[in-house]
């Protein structure tokens, strides 16, 4: 098994910042594809970003392109996600996600197809 801990969140306002941050522990496996993913109370679980094993490949959904970044350092099994110009919509508790992917990016926005989830981590932000 894979745990995976969010940090960072909190509240933010309006055309400010944010940064996430996920751990990967456990057992270890390679090449995880890990995602961002945010859910509303009573709505269901929403895509926000993905990124490769490696680095190389990230997508964000549209809603977020321009205004967050997705990054990792595999040299600490962290994923990362700076989040800037930060608008209400935006409030959601943010979940990592994570699946062995060793080809690059697949199926980067199904939520059904990530084994591994962390516990969330709430983000609000003030108009």
């Known amino acids: 098994q894979v745990q995976l801990v969010e940090s960072g969140g909190g509240l933010g306002q309006a055309g400010g910042s944010l940064s996430l941050s996920c751990g990967a522990s456990g057992r270890a496996e390679s090449r995880l594809q890990m995602a961002w993913y945010r859910q509303v109370p009573g709505q269901e679980r929403d895509f926000v970003s993905a990124i490769s094993w490696n680095g190389g490949s990230t997508y964000y959904a549209d809603s977020v392109k321009g205004r967050f970044t997705i990054s990792r350092d595999n040299t600490k099994n962290t994923i990362s996600l700076q989040m800037n110009s930060l608008k209400p919509d935006d409030t959601a508790v943010y979940y990592c996600?994570?699946?062995?992917?060793?080809?690059?990016?697949?199926?980067?926005?199904?939520?059904?197809?990530?084994?591994?989830w962390g516990r969330g981590t709430q983000v609000t932000v003030s108009s």
């Open positions: 996600a994570a699946k062995s992917s060793p080809y690059g990016l697949t199926d980067p926005s199904s939520a059904h197809s990530y084994r591994y």
